[in-house]
């Protein structure tokens, strides 16, 4: 299994364990309200979050020098697969610079990493971290993309902190996309087709299904037909 089958696997694991997370209860009311209000343009975000959401976008953390690094890191971290593309098809480097203002005690990391990554490609390749090689770039993360798991990761190098804060980003951000989405082969809830029990089972078990009974369900061969109606409300086919 490959890194990127892997991560894919972790991702649709954590996606099922979170059906049992119970919500809070909310006025039925107010939720209404407020996504008939917002609904064209952030599915259903309250009149605050959007205003927050403005405010957020209006503002820069990252120069442009930064957050090319960031993209450069991102798809080392989640190199890109046909037909789909990667991190930066998927968006990844925008998410990440809104969540570093949405979240400011991340800002502080993620600032502080970037200079890190480039003082040491500088120091062992002469170069930006954007600008070395694929190699170059994987021997620098190679060196910082392990924690101590006996060891709080507050308390540990800077760079350690950084690297994991990416990874957890880029990961996230790339398989919340509609580009990781379609990477995953997630196609939602689907109808299917159920003809009832096998006859083989039927016999196995000296069982039979009641002829009567089977000619009033649906005929699942028809199931794709659309219906139509006579200008009087009478069912056609």
Sequence with gaps: MD???????????????????????????????????SSEKFFGRTPKEL??????????????????????LSVVILP???????????????????MGKDVPTMAPTLLGGLMWLDHKSNTEFGTEFKSATLEQKKQICDEICW???????????????????MRGLTVTGYYTSKVGIADLGYKGNQPNVWDGVPQDVLDQHGVAYDPEWIAKCIDQSTRGTIAT???DGNLLT
Excluded at 11 to 31: D, H, M, P, R
Excluded at 60 to 68: K, S
Excluded at 80 to 98: N, T
């Design 3 to 37: 890194r990127r089958k892997s991560l894919q696997t972790l991702i649709l694991g954590g996606a099922a364990a979170t059906t049992g997370v119970a919500f809070n209860s909310c006025k039925t009311e107010t939720i209404d309200e407020a996504v008939v209000e």
């Design 51 to 72: 205003e927050r959401i403005e405010k957020l976008n209006a503002e820069q953390l990252f120069n442009e020098h930064e957050m090319e690094t960031i993209a450069a």
């Design 80 to 98: 890109p697969k046909e037909p789909h593309g990667g991190p930066i098809e998927a968006g990844v480097p925008e998410l990440i610079e809104f």
């Design 147 to 165: 924690h101590d798991t006996e060891k709080p990761l507050d308390e540990q190098p800077l760079e350690i902190q950084f690297f994991y804060m």
């Design 229 to 231: 109606w006579d200008d």
